[in-house]
């Protein structure tokens, strides 16, 4: 099993990135994005079932990121716009196979390596 993510760079404040990730080896019923900056814990972003259509997102994000899935592609998407400073991380994406949707890292099995995103001031 092996998660790829990838879509992360750097840009300026109030802009916009795609992150993708690609699961290999099985399916999942819930994916999620999590990220950690320096000196911090690795935190919730946004999470999203099967279904596409019961996502949960970290509050810092909402109205700015749009989580989304292709279950034909077994991928996850993270539309990031507006992008601030703060959110200047690197960023996981994970997948469990547990039927409810979590936001604590601790539940989720599957990791993949990280892709860094920088947002400049």
């Known amino acids: 099993v092996q998660l790829q993510a990838s879509g992360g760079g750097l840009v300026q404040a109030g802009g916009s990135l795609s992150l993708s990730c690609a699961a290999s080896?099985?399916?999942?019923?819930?994916m999620a994005w999590f990220r950690q900056a320096p000196g911090k814990e690795r935190e919730f972003v946004a999470a999203i079932a099967w279904g596409g259509t019961l996502t949960h997102y970290t509050e810092s994000a909402k109205g700015r990121f749009t989580i989304s899935r292709d279950n034909a592609k077994n991928t996850v998407y993270l539309q990031m716009n507006n992008l601030k400073p703060e959110d200047t991380a690197v960023y996981y994406c994970?997948?469990?196979?547990?039927?409810?949707?979590?936001?604590?890292?601790?539940?989720?099995?599957?990791w993949g390596q990280g892709t860094q995103v920088t947002v400049s001031s």
């Open positions: 994970a997948a469990e196979t547990a039927t409810v949707v979590h936001t604590t890292k601790y539940t989720y099995d599957y």
């Open positions: 080896g099985r399916t999942f019923n819930v």
